[in-house]
Each structure stands twice: as C-alpha cells, then as structure tokens.
C-alpha cells in the first residue's frame, strides 16, 4: 500500500497549489440552475443524445448528481442509484467483483458516457463513484440509441470533464473496516480555451467479511480545448488498480437462512468466509483512454464524435460450498454430521479489450412557424475481445471448521479462451416540437452483430413517444420502445449436445404517465409500464440450456424531487413490477415493491458556518425464488442511512451512516441453494478542503 499514499500524497500536493473555487458539475451536457452553490439538474443527454429537458422526453430519466449520491454514503456505483424509483441497487448484497442493479424487475446494462461499459462478469474490475459527475437512469429498452442493451433498462455512468476555471477539492477519509483513504479532484484552467483535470483515489480497506480486502488506486486525467468558440475536444485517462476479494460468499440457505437440522447447535455466521486466505482474491486493472470532439458548423448542425478503448487484467480466484447437489440438505450428500460439504475452487484469468465509437450529426430546423425538429443521424461501431483460462479444484471440509491450511491451491495453466464481438449501428431519431408545448420522438435503427463463433444477428428497432403540457406545468406522455440483446453461444442439451444457436434476446415497451414541474425546483413523475420479452436463456439441469418463450412484466412507478436550493431536498420513490413467465416462474423473483425516501436540510447562514442534516429509507419488498423441489421467501428489508455534515469557509466535516441501524439481513436466496447477505452498517467520517 505505500505505493498508493505515495500517488495520491502527490495528487494532494499538486491540489494544494491553487486558489479556492468550489467543484461544480460539469454543464456541457446537462442544463444547471445553481443558486446558493446547489445545482438543480433540469435535463439530459441518456435519453434522446441531445440536450433536452427532462419535462420534453417521453420517458422517465433519472439524473443522480455525485454530490447527492456522495452526500447518501455511495462507496460503489451499484449505491448510487439506491434512491431511484423502479431500481434495486446490490440485489445480491454488496459485491466487491461486480455492480449490480435492477431496473423494472430485470437485469439493467452499464455504460460510460453514452457507450457500453461491461461485456463479460469476472473480466473487469468495478468503477469507481468519485470518477463521475452524474449518474444517469433509463428506465425501459433502449436499443434504438445505444444499440445492444438490457431490457428493463440502462444505467449511464458520465466522467468527470476539464471545466474553464480553476479550483478542485482533497478529502481523508476514515472508516468501519479500517477504511482509510484520500480523494482528490483538482481543475486547471492553463488558459481561456484549454483546462486540465486530475481525479485520484488510493483506498487501503477491508470489508465485513474476513480476509475480503477492498484496496484501490485510481487516477483519471483529462484535458479539454477550445480551439475555437465552437469546437470542444476533450480527452480522458483512466488507470485503476483493485485488489479485492468476494464479499459474496455464497452461503447454502441450510445453516444460515434456514436450520441445519443435522447439526442445531451450529450455526454459519451471516459474514463467514469460506475460501483459502491469501489465495482468494479478485485483483485487477484496467486501462481506459477515450476522446471526444464537438463541432458546430452553425446555430443548426452539431457534429458529436467520441471513442474509447479500454485495456483489463484480471486475477479471480475463490471457493464456494456445494449448496446445489442438495439444495434442501446440502450436507448430507456427503455425510451425517451436519458439518462436511462439497467446497469447489475455481482459478481464472481473464483479459478484455475492448473499441467503441458513437458518432452522429443533429440538424436543428423548421417545417412551419411554429414545429421545431431536431434531427439525429449516426452510426456506432463497437469490438470486444474476452480471453479466459482456469483451474478448478475440488475438497471435502468441515464448513465450521475449514482448516485453511490444507486447502490446496491452483493457478491457471495452458492457452486463453477468446470470444469477440462486433456490433455495427446505423439510427435516425427525429425530436419534433409543436408550439413549444408539445414533443414528438421518433426513432429507427438497424443493428448487425458477429461473433467470433460465425454467429451473425441482425436487428431493427423503433420508438415512438410523445408529451405535451396541458397547463399548470402538467405533461401527460406516452411512448414505445424496443430492444436487442444478442446471445453468445448455443442451446445445450442433455448429455451436451450442441444445438442451435441462441436466438438474440428482444423486448418491446408500452409505457404511459404524466410529468408534473410546477417549477424548475419540482419534479414528479407517474408512469405504468408493460414489457414484453422473448428468448431469454433458461439454466437446465444437467448444464442442459434452452430459450424460453415470452417473459411479461408489468409495473408502476412514482419519483418526486423537491429543492430549495442550499437549504431543502426531498426525494420520494416508489415501484412496483411484476414479471410473469410462460415457461419458467422461477424468473418471477426480484422483489415487487421497492420504495425509498431521502431529504437534507441546511442549518446557518450563507457565508458563515453550516450545518447540513441528512437520512433517508430504503425499503425492498419481499421475493420469493422457485424450483421444482421447493421455494424460498426472502423476507422484506430496510436500512436507514445517515449524514451529519459541517461547511465551514472552505473546509468540509461529514459523518455518513448507511444502514445505520445494523439490520442483519439477507439481500436474496435462491432455490438452487445459496444465500448473499446484505451489507451491515458502514460509518465514515471525512474532512475535506475546497479550493
């Protein structure tokens, strides 16, 4: 770890070197009202590619600014979007390998400034909150703007950028698991046309769960110029480093959710850690560069191109029980004592490349006095490599008593395994205003993916939507949308025989609510959704596969944001989904009702010392998972955090709580025979100077 304090120390000192300004968010693409050094965020790029108030999309966007997520406590980018209606955020409980959320019942997609982020679990390491200065949420398929993507929906990640100006911030920080770490975010105007950013993090931690540490070292740097007033060109670095573990444990149901009947007097702790210390782990890095130009030729076209190539090494190695060979007594497969099960070892490396280009041309023009258009031409190319290797290794243990010692170790041998992907993206959207009160969007796209397999899936995809104000800052909308997931691989059946490749996974959308702004401090937005999806991948017994026919989930949702600026936020969230499926009801398991509620409110003078009161619930409703044997009920679950902050000239003293009241729960268990736990409470304390 000395090599860490010693990178960031020097980022310290190089912050320390300029006058105080206070960070503010970047406004490139996302209209600000700020007063009282609050921002109010009144628009987006995720959902239309162009700068578009929220209250003219025809669906519901959800922009989390990172003051807001930090202010809640978010350590990972999986906890940034815990305060968003129709999102479950760590449906597995926290997970130092992967982020992980849900969006309207179903699995949502990452991206990084409008490109796909990740393309293969266990192949990269997670990204790091601090990087960014908004998350942003879109709720429903979405592939006409972003190609290949999730059905339920996208979570857009948007990188911190140079601003015009010079300022920045260093934060220490302290907390539960001996977390140490320093922060900082240092801005440089070198002239009137050319700034410079560096964003920097070194973590030396451990987690709940023994022998699981959650190291980091994190640098991005990036540069923007302004050759002329109306060409911006902005470049990006990132160099990030983990080395981690799994804080997923995989835990069998019997002896920790449920008695062990053979063994009563025993019982596995919630937190227990069942691998080989100093052998498991999850160590990895990731190289990222990227670039981005902007030109105006006119008032009326705008010419967006950006690109990004990312380079990660990954190290993965970990034990998990056999909780499957019998999932309602996995102990008795392999004795009477209540104690010996199965403990599998797997070892893997992998390496992922991976190329991404999104380029398009908007036409701003009229068709009459009174119909605006805005027209979006583009296309997008995207290349990925995923190259693996593994060891696999077999015990018999006492789960008690593991004695650590005896476990054998295995390391990775012999040639990578690679699979690689192209995808090639042509889309056209037209955003048509009528009278400035009404807004039509139109959109098509025509996708061809190929994979190093041969496999080769071609797809086109629509939406259509519109909203209007009624009065009173009232905007009924409705919309329709589409998506496209292709799927690697090919159906497997009993015995492993190989089948027929898969089908590409498609969603369609139905969705209507209303908008309701009765000022730029004010948001509420109401919506019914149905989704309807077909050829998901189905897990058979005996590694055998299939496809399943069609997956429905039906849903509403309500989210209200209220801010006075500098002294009052209120958020409020709630959602609802059901997922019903014609061949598998065991798809049918993320809870239906999630719901959440967060507010701050500021006390003294502006000018003078603050102090800034915080909390907020999270509550997920209960989910019940099924099998052919049996069915499990995780039961409902809320956590409560906390903030506790002090502004005072340019210095910062912030206490922040989650899950402040130690709720010991399980954030999911599945029939087939595991459970994950959710993350007890975490305390941090952190001083930070503003400049």
Not at 516 to 543: H, M
Request: proline share 4%.
């Amino acid at each position: 770890m000395k090599v860490k304090w010693i990178a960031l120390g020097s980022a310290a000192a190089m912050a320390l070197c300029h006058p105080a300004v206070h960070a503010a968010e970047d406004a490139v693409a996302t209209d600000v009202d700020q007063a009282q050094d609050s921002i109010i965020v009144t628009a987006a790029t995720t959902g239309s590619k162009t700068d578009t108030a929220l209250v003219e999309l025809p669906q519901p966007i959800k922009v989390i600014t990172s003051e807001q997520y930090l202010s809640q406590g978010a350590i990972s980018i999986s906890d940034t979007v815990k305060y968003a209606a129709g999102v479950l955020a760590n449906p597995y409980g926290r997970d130092t390998r992967v982020d992980g959320f849900n969006v309207r019942g179903l699995d949502a997609l990452q991206f990084r400034d409008g490109m796909r982020d990740i393309f293969s679990y266990y192949a990269s390491i997670t990204s790091d909150p601090y990087n960014f200065s908004r998350v942003e949420i879109l709720r429903g398929p979405a592939s006409v703007l972003f190609g290949q993507g999730s059905i339920g929906g996208l979570v857009n990640l948007v990188s911190k950028t140079p601003e015009f100006r010079t300022g920045g911030e260093v934060n220490l920080v302290y907390g539960s698991y001996d977390r140490k770490e320093i922060m900082g975010d240092v801005n440089v105007a070198l002239a009137d046309n050319l700034a410079v950013r560096f964003v920097g993090r070194a973590r030396d931690a451990d987690t709940y769960v023994d022998h699981v540490p959650d190291d980091r070292v994190m640098f991005a740097p990036s540069i923007r110029w302004q050759p002329t007033p109306d060409t911006d060109i902005v470049l990006t670095g990132l160099y990030q480093e983990d080395d981690t573990g799994s804080t997923s444990q995989f835990l069998p149901i019997v002896g920790t959710f449920l008695p062990n009947t053979a063994y009563p007097q025993g019982k596995l702790g919630q937190y227990a850690f069942v691998g080989k210390p100093g052998w498991d782990r999850y160590n990895g890095r990731s190289l990222q560069g990227g670039g981005s130009i902007t030109h105006k030729f006119s008032d009326n076209v705008k010419l967006n191109l950006k690109a990004r190539y990312i380079d990660s090494d990954l190290e993965y190695k970990t034990h998990y029980a056999d909780s499957y060979s019998n999932p309602t007594d996995p102990f008795s497969v392999y004795g009477t004592d209540g104690r010996t099960i199965g403990l599998y070892a797997d070892a893997s490396d992998a390496r992922m490349n991976v190329f991404s280009t999104d380029n398009n041309i908007q036409f701003n023009f009229n068709t009459g006095a009174n119909i605006e258009h805005k027209l979006l031409v583009g296309i997008d190319y995207s290349w990925n490599k995923v190259a693996k290797r593994g060891a696999f290794g077999f015990d018999i243990v006492d789960l008690y008593d593991i004695d650590y010692d005896a476990l054998p170790t295995y390391d990775p041998t012999g040639p990578f395994t690679t699979e690689s992907q192209k995808q090639l993206g042509v889309y056209v959207q037209d955003q048509i205003r009528f009278y400035d009160r009404v807004s039509v969007v139109l959109g098509a796209r025509r996708d061809r993916v190929t994979g190093s397999s041969g496999q080769k899936d071609n797809a086109t995809t629509f939406r259509a939507g519109i909203i209007g104000e009624i009065g009173a800052g009232i905007s009924p909308f409705f919309s329709y949308t589409e998506s496209f997931l292709p799927v690697a691989g090919n159906i497997m059946g009993i015995g492993g025989v190989v089948g027929d490749p898969y089908k590409p996974q498609t969603g369609t959308q139905y969705e209507a609510g209303v908008k309701w702004q009765p000022d730029v401090n004010t948001l509420v937005t109401a919506t019914v959704f149905k989704i309807k999806e077909r050829n998901r991948v189905l897990y058979l017994a005996g590694s055998a596969t299939t496809q399943s026919g069609v997956l429905d989930t039906k849903g509403f949702e309500i989210e209200a944001s209220h801010t006075l600026p500098g002294n009052f936020e209120l958020l409020a969230n709630y959602g609802y989904s059901k997922l019903k499926s014609e061949t598998n009801t065991s798809l049918d398991y993320m809870p239906r009702h999630t719901a959440s509620f967060w507010t701050t409110k500021t006390f003294g003078l502006v000018g003078e010392a603050q102090l800034r009161l915080g909390g907020g619930v999270v509550y997920s409703g209960k989910s019940v998972s099924t099998s052919a044997i049996w069915s499990i009920v995780t039961p409902a679950r809320t956590t409560v955090d906390a903030l506790a902050e002090i502004n005072w000239n340019s210095w910062r003293f912030a206490l922040n709580a989650t899950n402040l009241l130690n709720n010991e729960y399980y954030a999911s268990c599945l029939a087939r025979g595991d459970c994950f736990v959710g993350a007890p409470r975490n305390v941090m304390g952190t001083v930070g100077f503003r400049f």
